[in-house]
């Protein structure tokens, strides 16, 4: 049986049929209010609303596993009070339905403790930082370089930059959509990359799924107007996506076309080139985010 990796209509949910079916969500990103209210915006929290969500993707999909494919909570470096409520009842809630798979995004860090405040005899597995592979198919966050058997299956779901398209009228006006992005791998950096750290790398020149954020508030990336520099990780800092070729979709299904040409585009907003220095600067300001 081949695999199919399908979207939810007008949701940042993917399905993943193989063997098994598996229901895959993104960059939640629970007690993300917290954090605003730190800065002024007043937010009521999104939790109940976050899980009513995935309660509904879950009746309609029936899967046999959900994979939340990393930042299920939202402050670094420390726990806030209400992630330390919301996060276990927001776990409970999913996995009362179907067994949990978190692989953790930069993100997650003391995940461990949150688990150990979750009910006994529910099934939420704390998976690797850089990825695993179920069901043949392979899932990392983002912010680390993918575990080398990821690239030995022919997919391979990823999420951490929350894509958008940003369409800019002629007068400046702009608004940005949440975005799938269809691509897929440049061999050689990865080469480079396990050749050094010594770990060998089987290769299936594998199609990758560049998930949109499920959590409403915590914004994206404009990947019509983005650069390998401008994207988060070491996958993208190496230049090992292949950018250029990566197929825009809209939540609804409409294909947007080639990021190559969407930046041809009057509707792209377009930079002066920046020196490398400049890249450089920037990397060390963006390093929290998403």
């Known amino acids: ?29 629970l007690g993300i209010e917290w954090d605003l209210g730190n800065n002024g915006i007043e937010v009521p929290s999104q939790s109940h609303q976050g899980l009513a969500r995935i309660i509904k993707y879950i009746t309609s999909v029936a899967p046999d596993r959900v994979v939340l494919l990393g ?11 209400q992630e330390r ?13 179907v067994p949990v ?3 953790p995004g930069n993100h997650d860090g003391d995940m461990e403790y949150l688990l150990r405040r979750i009910s006994p005899g529910l099934e939420v597995a704390l998976q690797p930082s850089r990825g695993f592979v179920l069901d043949g198919i392979g899932y990392f966050h983002g912010h680390t370089w993918p575990d080398p058997e990821l690239l030995a299956c022919h ?3 990823m999420a951490h930059n929350h894509p958008t398209v940003r369409f800019t009228d002629p007068l400046g006006s702009s608004s940005a959509e949440p975005t799938w992005i269809r691509t897929r791998l440049h061999r050689s950096p990865l080469e480079a990359h396990y050749c050094v750290t ?29 650069l390998h520099d401008d994207l ?16 825009a979709y809209l939540l609804d299904g409409t294909r947007l076309g ?13 930079r002066p080139p920046r020196s490398r220095a400049r890249t450089t600067k920037r990397h060390g300001t963006v390093s929290r985010s998403p």
Not at 71 to 81: A, E, Y
């Open 85 to 97: 409520e919301e996060v276990p009842n927001f776990l409970e809630g999913i996995a009362g339905k």
């Open 198 to 226: 010594g770990k060998k790398m089987m290769w299936s020149d594998p199609e990758v799924i560049i998930m949109p954020a499920f959590c409403r508030l915590c914004g994206g990336v404009a990947f019509n107007e983005s």
């Open 1 to 29: 049986m081949s695999a199919t990796l399908e979207p939810l209509v007008n949701e940042p949910a993917l399905v993943v049929e193989n063997t098994i079916r598996v229901l895959v969500v993104a960059d939640i990103h």
């Open 232 to 247: 988060l990780g070491p996958v993208f800092g190496a230049d090992a996506v292949d950018l250029d070729g990566a197929q």
């Open 101 to 103: 798979d978190i692989v």
């Open 258 to 270: 080639k990021l190559k040409n969407m930046r041809k585009l009057d509707i792209t907003q377009k």
């Open 71 to 81: 930042d299920v909570k939202h402050n670094v470096p420390r726990i806030s009070w």
């Open 155 to 157: 997919y391979i779901v």
